[in-house]
C-alpha cells in the first residue's frame, strides 16, 4: 500500500510540475493578432493577420477585449500609392499657402494699421515717382532745346546740306537717339506710377476686411 501511495505522490507531483511549465509558456506566448473588416459584400470578416477580401479597405486590428487598437490603411498598388502621395503633397502645399496667406495678411496689417497709415505711403511712393518723372522732362527739354540750336545752325547749309558739317550731323543723331530714349524712360515712369497705384488698391481691398475685423478689437483695448 505505501508502494502505491508513493507512486500516486510522484504522478501528482509530475502533474503539477507539467502544468506549472505549460502555464508559464501560455503566459509567454505572445497575444494573437485579431483583424477585422466589413467587405465589399457587406460581410463582417475577421482573422489573426490581414483579410485580403478587404485589401481594399480599412481594417481594425483589434485588442483581446474587442477593442480597436490600431487602424490598418487599404493595401495601394504603386499607382494608387503615388496618386495618394500627390494628393497628400497638394494638400500640404495648399495649407503652406494659407498659412503664408495669413502670415502676409497678419504683416500687412502691422504696417498699416489704418487707411491714413496706408494713404500716407501711397502719397510718399507717388511723390518719389513724382520727382523722377521731373527730372525726366527738365532732362526732355534740355534735349529739345539742343536740337533747335542745331537746326538753326543747319539752316546755314539748306541751300547744300551736303556741305554741313560732320560734327553737326553727328550731334543732330546723338540727340535724335537722346530724345527717343528719354521719351522712353519717361513713359516707363508713367507705368510705375501706374504699378505704384494698382500695388496699394490691391493692398487696399485685402486691408479693409482686416481693419473692420481689428476695430472691435482696437476699441476694447482703449
Known sequence: MKADMGRAAGHA????????????????APAQNIYSCTD???????????????????????NPSGTVRATVGPSLNAQERAQQELRQRREAEAQARQVEAVRRERA???RYPNQA???????????????VQQVARKREAELVRQREGLLAELEFYQKDPAKAPLALRRQLDENS?????QKRFIAEQEAERDRVNARFDAEQTRLKPLWVAAAPAASKSR
Open 117 to 131: 497709415a496706408h494713404d500716407k505711403e501711397r502719397a510718399e511712393a507717388l511723390a518719389q515717382v513724382a520727382v
Open 13 to 28: 507531483l509530475i502533474s503539477a510540475v507539467l502544468f506549472s511549465a505549460l502555464g508559464d509558456g501560455w503566459a509567454q
Open 40 to 62: 465589399g459584400q457587406g460581410r463582417k470578416r475577421t482573422a489573426d493577420r490581414p483579410i485580403a477580401e478587404c485589401a481594399d479597405r480599412e481594417q481594425h486590428l483589434l
Open 108 to 110: 500687412l496689417l502691422l
Open 177 to 181: 537717339r537722346n530724345q527717343a530714349a
